[in-house]
């Protein structure tokens, strides 16, 4: 299963890292790919939506929910 996920304060790669690693945490065994450009982040694996919500923002970011399609 794979959803997007709007992210919002993402500005470099350092950024992308934090979120990526923050979701792994969260979701063990998940692959995450960040997209910076349109603040996108694609979660592959089965998660709780609720457990990276709350990554992203323990991690500092602005969880902007379902990125639209």
Known sequence: MSKEY????MTCGG???????????????????????RG???VEGAHDEARVRRAVED???EWKG???A
């Open 6 to 9: 709007g992210v919002g304060g």
């Open 59 to 61: 991690a500092g970011f």
């Open 40 to 42: 996108v982040a694609t």
């Open 15 to 37: 950024c992308a890292r934090s979120v990526t690693n923050a979701v792994q945490r969260a979701a063990p065994g998940v692959q995450v790919a960040i997209d910076l450009a």
């Open 66 to 68: 379902a990125a639209p």
